[in-house]
């Protein structure tokens, strides 16, 4: 049982930070349901210049 853990533990350590490297290199689409100029609006215009630069 211990062997299988750390062989799944591994494997799950290799296998997905894959997916997630890719993810850094394509813009991040950001939608927002709301009409333009409310609060939630304002917030999501925000973060996503604060995304932006980092």
Same mark, same amino acid.
């Given at each position: ?13 290799? =296998? ?16 927002? #349901?709301?009409?333009?100029?409310? #609060? ?5 215009? =925000? ?8």
């Amino acid at each position: 049982m211990k062997r299988r853990t750390i062989f799944l533990s591994t494997v799950a350590a290799i =296998v997905l930070p894959a997916p997630f490297a890719l993810a850094q290199t394509r813009p991040i689409r950001l939608i927002v #349901p709301y009409a333009a100029g409310g #609060p939630i609006d304002v917030t999501a215009r =925000v973060l996503a210049e604060r995304v932006k630069d980092s």
